[in-house]
C-alpha cells in the first residue's frame, strides 16, 4: 500500500505557473503509474495526467496538453505538476493517485480509476 500527500496548492494568477508535489511512502514507488486528477466545484473528478513507472510515457488530457508537465524522481518518492499558463477554468482540488496497474490509453485511466489517493490540494486561477 502507499500513502499519498500533495502540497503547492495555492492562489495563482491566470498565465503563470505553479508546480505541485505528491510525496509517495513505501519502498515500492517506482513500481506504480502515478497520476493526477482534479475535481472543480459542481463537478465530476476528471482525469488531469498519469506518468508510468520510469517517466518514459505519459498521457494527458486534451484540456492541459502543451500546458501542464507531469514528472516524477523515483529517488525522492515524488510526483509532480507543473502547470504552466494555467487557466480559471483549472481551478479544482487536485487529487494525486497511485496504481500498479498497466494503463495503455487515456481512456484507461478514465474506465478503471486508480487504486491509492491522496486528500487534494486546492488551486485557484484567477483572471
Known amino acids: 500500500q502507499v500513502q499519498l500527500v500533495e502540497s503547492g496548492g495555492g492562489l495563482v494568477q491566470a498565465g503563470g505557473s505553479l508546480r505541485l508535489s505528491c510525496a509517495a511512502s513505501g519502498r515500492t514507488f517506482s513500481r506504480y503509474v502515478m497520476g493526477w486528477f482534479r475535481q472543480a466545484p459542481g463537478k465530476e473528478r476528471e482525469f488531469v495526467a498519469a506518468i508510468n513507472w520510469s517517466g518514459g510515457g505519459t498521457w494527458y488530457a486534451d484540456s492541459v496538453k502543451g500546458r501542464f508537465t507531469i514528472s516524477r524522481d523515483n529517488a525522492k518518492n515524488t510526483a509532480y505538476l507543473q502547470m504552466n499558463r494555467p487557466k480559471p477554468e483549472d481551478t479544482a482540488v487536485y487529487y494525486c493517485?497511485?496504481?500498479?496497474?498497466?494503463?495503455?490509453?487515456?481512456?484507461?485511466?478514465?474506465?478503471?480509476?486508480?487504486?491509492?489517493w491522496g486528500k487534494g490540494t486546492l488551486v485557484t486561477v484567477s483572471s
Open positions: 493517485a497511485a496504481s500498479p496497474r498497466t494503463y495503455y490509453t487515456v481512456s484507461d485511466f478514465r474506465n478503471y480509476g486508480m487504486d491509492y
